[in-house]
């Protein structure tokens, strides 16, 4: 069993056109390609989050039997787009936000789940991962954070450790580390500067 993850699926949605009509004929073609690649990869045992935004405009039949064709064992982190016909469909759990820790493949993965980006978020001075949507690729990573939305990914759910190995590669720093470290090396740099104090802890939070 391996856990997915993806976010901003818009079926249904043929405002989404606007910007992926180029890779796509029309609404139709676009909700069955989604759904293709989405089974291509997922097996119905594996685990998948939907980080917001699974369908606008759908109608509640038209929700019911996309949910139906796509593998899984799906949970969903609210969209703003996510109204009750998405809501009510048969997912193993619906929250707001959602704080995992992963075991798979010999690794531990602590997880922080939103449909919005977070300039800061819960265990991020343990390691904890952000994971969000909404964004649709616009944002640049970090070395702990980045999109999940189709938009990023090939129009596909993607694993945890090709999330991981993005982040890893990326550049920027979650901003606050970057301004923790930028403080350090400006006290540091101080005439008569003394070790820099240890980083804040969020571990109560």
């Not at 594996?46 to 799906?74: I, N, P, Q, T, V």
């Not at 977070?118 to 690729?137: D, S, V």
Request: with cysteine; charged share 25%.
């Amino acid at each position: 069993m391996t856990t997915f993850f993806t976010a901003d699926s818009h079926f249904g949605d043929a405002h989404i056109l606007r910007y992926r009509g180029s890779h796509f004929a029309d609404l139709e073609a676009h909700d069955e390609a989604l759904v293709a690649r989405w089974n291509a990869v997922v097996g119905p045992e594996d685990d998948l989050w939907h980080l917001g935004d699974f369908a606008a405009g759908a109608s509640r039949e038209r929700c019911g039997a996309l949910f139906e064709r796509l593998h899984g064992r799906k949970r969903l982190v609210c969209g703003n787009h996510d109204t009750r016909r998405v809501l009510e469909l048969p997912w193993l759990a619906v929250v707001d936000h959602a704080r995992i820790t992963i075991e798979e493949d010999g690794m531990s993965w602590r997880l922080f789940l939103a449909h919005y980006a977070h300039r800061a978020w819960p265990g991020l001075w343990r390691g904890t991962r952000h994971l969000y949507g909404h964004t649709h690729g616009t944002l640049p990573d970090t070395t702990l954070s980045c999109d999940v939305g189709v938009d990023a990914w090939d129009y596909r759910p993607m694993t945890l450790a090709a999330v991981a190995a993005r982040q890893d590669g990326a550049t920027l720093l979650p901003e606050e580390l970057a301004r923790d470290r930028a403080s350090a090396r400006d006290r540091a740099a101080r005439p008569g500067a003394v070790a820099a104090a240890p980083p804040q802890s969020d571990a109560t939070c």
